[in-house]
């Protein structure tokens, strides 16, 4: 369910606004395998009328199951806007589209939470990665064949 304000509304005064949009609603893709959008986008906004445009504020928040980008651990991130503002002209190049004497917040509020993205998650600042006996073995096993196999090993061969 999209998050509006209609117009008529605001005039009497002021419209506090609180709730959840569901993830399904807010149109997110990641486009990164490690951040991964499971909870809906928690909202608590107050919305003011101006001369001309809106004044919206409050606090946005919305938990991201995320693998870190060292260890690959799975982990809970929290994006979280608490004084977030936004202002919307009525007129002007970046006039905010009116349908139904209604403003749609959705789209706002999308952009700034992407914006919150982790660009390169960590299970905790100080991680070190994958332990060094794993790095080891992964190396040994993928990348490097076996001595007698190898090409350098039959050039050792040669003689001349």
Known sequence: MAVTVNLRHLE???VHLAGEVPVAELDIDTRDELVR??????YD?????????????????????CECARCLKPFMHTVELRRWSLLLAFQGEEAVPVVNDCVDLTPYMRED???EFPQHPLCDPECRGLPKK????AK???NQPD???SAWAKLNKLKF
């Open 140 to 142: 040994t096993n993928i």
């Open 45 to 65: 906004l107050e919305v003011q009328k101006m001369e001309e445009g809106l004044l919206v504020q409050g606090r946005l928040r919305l938990e991201l199951r």
């Open 37 to 42: 959008l499971e909870k809906p986008l928690e």
């Open 12 to 14: 009497a005064r002021d």
């Open 113 to 115: 939470i992407l914006l």
């Open 134 to 137: 794993l790095i080891g073995k």
């Open 147 to 149: 001595a007698d196999a």
